[in-house]
Each structure stands twice: as structure tokens, then as C-alpha cells.
Nanobody
């Protein structure tokens, strides 16, 4: 079993930056694809981006492409989401997720974190 714990959320002004972290325990993440999702109030959870087990491949939603960057440090068993040029519409609970396949064209979540709130003020 894998436990994922997000941190780094908070309140930021539009145009600002935040970096979210997702730390894992229970087993190593080095063979897992890792992703980030978000859910705004009254909306469905949506895919933000993903990174392959080796970190050589990434995929992003069009709404965040060029602003958000996913990276990972397998030695620290941690995945990051760097968010720049934040907009009020980025306000949501952000969830870390693990895909045990390592990488596939459509991310399939096998494990979820509990989420961290990101609020962007205008």
C-alpha cells in the first residue's frame, strides 16, 4: 500500500507561484507514473499533468501547459508540481496520484493523496 501526502498549498495572488510536493510512504515510487489532478468547487476532478517513472516523459492539460511543471526526485520518493503565473481559475484542491503501470497514454490512478488547497486571489 502506498500513502501519498501533499503539501505546499496556500493562498497566492494572481501571477504568483507555488510549489506543491507529494511525499510517498509505504513503498518506493520509482517504478510508478505520478500525476496531479485538481478539483474546483462544483466541478469534476480534472487531470493537470503526469510524469513517467523515470522522469523522461511528461504530459500536461492544455490549461496549464507552459505554466506548470512536474518533476520528481526518486531518491526522496517525492514528486513536485511547480505552478507559475497562477490565475484565479487555478483555485482548487490539488491531488497527487500514482499509476502503477509507470506510464501510459491515459493516466490511470491506483492511489490518491488527500489533497491540498490552492487559492489564487485576483
Amino acid at each position: 500500500q502506498v500513502q501519498l501526502v501533499e503539501s505546499g498549498g496556500g493562498l497566492v495572488q494572481a501571477g504568483g507561484s507555488l510549489r506543491l510536493s507529494c511525499a510517498a510512504s509505504g513503498r518506493t515510487l520509482s517504478s510508478y507514473g505520478m500525476g496531479w489532478f485538481r478539483q474546483a468547487p462544483g466541478k469534476e476532478r480534472e487531470f493537470v499533468g503526469a510524469i513517467s517513472w523515470g522522469g523522461d516523459r511528461t504530459n500536461y492539460a492544455n490549461s496549464v501547459k507552459g505554466r506548470f511543471t512536474i518533476s520528481r526526485d526518486n531518491a526522496k520518493n517525492t514528486v513536485y508540481l511547480q505552478m507559475n503565473s497562477l490565475k484565479p481559475e487555478d483555485t482548487a484542491v490539488y491531488y497527487c496520484a500514482a499509476d502503477t503501470s509507470g506510464w501510459r497514454s491515459k493516466f490511470k490512478t491506483d492511489y490518491w493523496g488527500q489533497g491540498t488547497q490552492v487559492t489564487v486571489s485576483s
